[in-house]
């Protein structure tokens, strides 16, 4: 079922994603090589606890960190672990929060010192892809106006849509109806409304559509092991249009 946020509500969801999105810019800055990605996870656990909230992941069906930490091929849910980053990696950072009983979820890659061309340009485009995602975000269009302008924007430059995995609802919990997709498909297609609080996450593979799971259970990879990209913003549906919740940029 649908959760429609009274403005009480969404003024928390706000507030929530105004915290994520200063430990993201935090997390962005501390990237570079021979960072740990358990470092990252470390970083990231300080900065809620002292800014009042609680990692929203941290336990979630028994995941172990506070963020994914996605490197290179792997697309979503990557453990935190001793692993370097090394120039031209890329990392995928995502992190959701509680804070005062609201949620908020988001997603940021971020190169690791100068990375290849065709990396850079699957972020821009991944990048691109998610805001005009939530450009459709609006009251009296449906989920798969959403869907169907980020897969439009992915399929056109010849990349890869990971389609098992997919964007939700958010703010009262973490994970919440209705789901995003990021293609068109048969699923339930629910018009937009005033209220509806969606977090939006394009994840976009340099080469083929298709994903597998790991032996530890969480790290979703590229078949063929491509690289992936994964931004993702929390956003409210208003009469006035979409407001992104989580201002990382």
Known sequence: MIKLKNGKQIDGIRSAGSVLSRILAELKAQVAPGVRTADLD????????????????????????????????????????????????IVSIDCGI??????????????????????EQLLQVTHESLYLGIEQARVGNRVNDISRAIYRCIKSRGYGVVRPYCGHGVGLAIHEDPQIPNYVGSGKNPR???GMVVAIE???????????????????VSSDRT???????????????????????
Do not use: Q
């Open 202 to 220: 394009p994840m976009v593979n340099l080469g083929g559509d298709d994903v597998v799971l790991l032996d530890d259970d969480w790290t979703v």
């Open 227 to 249: 690289v992936s990209a994964h931004y993702e913003h929390t956003v409210a549906i208003l009469e006035s249009g979409p407001e992104i919740l989580t201002p990382w940029e």
């Open 98 to 119: 509680e804070l005062g009983g609201f949620y908020a979820d988001a997603a940021v890659t971020v190169p690791v010192g100068t990375v290849a061309p065709d990396i």
């Open 42 to 89: 470390a970083t990231a656990r300080e900065l809620i606890g002292r800014l009042g909230g609680r990692a929203a992941f941290l336990g979630y069906m028994g995941f172990p960190a506070a963020i994914c930490t996605s490197v290179n091929e792997a697309v979503i849910h990557g453990i935190p672990n001793g692993r370097k980053l090394r120039s031209g990696d």
């Open 192 to 194: 937009l409304k005033p």
